[in-house]
T-cell receptor, first 113, second 114 residues
Framework: GEDVEQSLFLSVREGDSSVINCTYTDSSSTYLYWYKQEPGAGLQLLTYIFSNMDMKQDQRLTVLLNKKDKHLSLRIADTQTGDSAIYFCAEILFSGGYNKLIFGAGTRLAVHP | DAGVTQSPTHLIKTRGQQVTLRCSPKSGHDTVSWYQQALGQGPQFIFQYYEEEERQRGNFPDRFSGHQFPNYSSELNVNALLLGDSALYLC?????????????FGQGTRLTVV
């Protein structure tokens, strides 16, 4: 089936680390993505991880993948007020020669002083 | 590089009317996908166009149709609008059809049906 699940809300203090979790169902997904959406805006691609990797680090962002449990997480170090947004986890389904993205419902990250 | 551009940014239509949304892909991209994002939800895949043909379709009725032009730009048409069609419509462009494809999204068109 096609289903991606995320917790809906996360509140952190400025300067702390944020961890946003996601579970997906399709074990054939080759790439998993994290997108950020600020109010009134489209989706911004933050990072992605290939399914044969366990971890990927990109500046303040760390993505961890547990393929056995189909669990993906995004860690934001030193969270800033500018990180306040909705974060979407997405898996890419490749079928019949064509691909599409399946998104979770999004996690709203609120950063407070 | 202007990235993915969508027009219009906002639109108000009356139930039963028809609407056309437009998308210009990022320079060099040949594939356009459309997504519907209802309030408080994640984007849902509507369909994808490649080489001017619809290649994949999500679980949306035939009232939703589209087109891709030779310059890779695309239109999304929705007929007989329902109140439930109110949403943010996102266009994403990408290059090719590989298993690893980075999709870039536009700012979206906010459609309100009254």
């Amino acid at each position: 089936g096609e289903d991606v699940e995320q917790s809906l809300f996360l509140s952190v203090r400025e300067g702390d680390s944020s961890v946003i979790n996601c579970t997906y169902t399709d074990s054939s997904s080759t790439y998993l993505y994290w997108y950020k959406q600020e109010p009134g805006a489209g989706l911004q691609l933050l990072t992605y991880i290939f399914s044969n990797m366990d971890m990927k680090q990109d500046q303040r962002l760390t993505v961890l993948l547990n393929k056995k449990d189909k669990h993906l997480s995004l860690r934001i170090a030193d969270t800033q007020t500018g990180d306040s947004a909705i974060y979407f986890c997405a898996e890419i389904l490749f079928s019949g020669g064509y691909n599409k993205l399946i998104f979770g419902a999004g996690t709203r990250l609120a950063v407070h002083p | 590089d202007a990235g993915v551009t969508q027009s219009p940014t906002h639109l108000i239509k009356t139930r039963g009317q028809q609407v056309t949304l437009r998308c210009s892909p990022k320079s060099g991209h040949d594939t356009v996908s459309w997504y519907q994002q209802a309030l408080g939800q994640g984007p849902q895949f509507i369909f994808q166009y490649y080489e001017e043909e619809e290649r994949q379709r999500g679980n949306f009725p035939d009232r939703f149709s589209g087109h891709q032009f030779p310059n890779y730009s695309s239109e999304l048409n929705v007929n007989a609008l329902l109140l439930g069609d109110s949403a943010l419509y996102l266009c994403a462009s990408s290059l090719g059809q590989g298993a690893r494809t980075e999709a870039f999204f536009g700012q979206g068109t906010r459609l309100t049906v009254v």
